[in-house]
């Protein structure tokens, strides 16, 4: 199994940026692809950014430009940097990974963390 465990949330304003992390611990050696996801209160969980194993990543339109991530390989750690963030950035952020290639659908993913909230006024 693989256990992922994000922190980093915070409150910030328009503007501003914030850093989350998502250590992963277990049989990370069957991971081959890590992502972060978020979910507004009353909306579906969405994708935001994803990172393969051949080192590819990949972004939702809405952050293009704004968020990247990054993946630590010694220490199994997934990092989002977050810049320029909008009030419409504001949710539950949540870190996954699965042992195949990326999705953009939630329901490819059984593995996640406990989640980190972002919000920004």
């Known amino acids: 199994h693989v256990q992922l465990v994000e922190s980093g949330g915070g409150s910030v304003q328009a503007g501003g940026s914030l850093r989350l992390s998502c250590a992963a611990s277990?049989?990370?050696?069957?991971?081959?692809?890590m992502g972060w996801f978020r979910q507004a209160p009353g909306k579906e969980r969405e994708g935001v950014a994803a990172f393969d194993s051949d080192g590819t990543t990949s972004y939702a339109d809405s952050v293009k430009g704004r968020f990247t991530t990054s993946l630590d390989n010694a220490d199994n750690i997934l990092y989002l940097q977050m810049n320029g963030l909008e009030p419409e950035d504001t949710a539950m952020y949540y870190c996954?990974?699965?042992?195949?290639?990326?999705?953009?659908?939630?329901?490819?993913?059984?593995?996640w963390g406990q989640g980190t909230q972002v919000a920004v006024s």
């Open positions: 277990g049989y990370t050696y069957r991971v081959y692809c």
């Open positions: 996954t990974a699965r042992g195949g290639a990326c999705y953009t659908s939630p329901n490819e993913y059984k593995v």
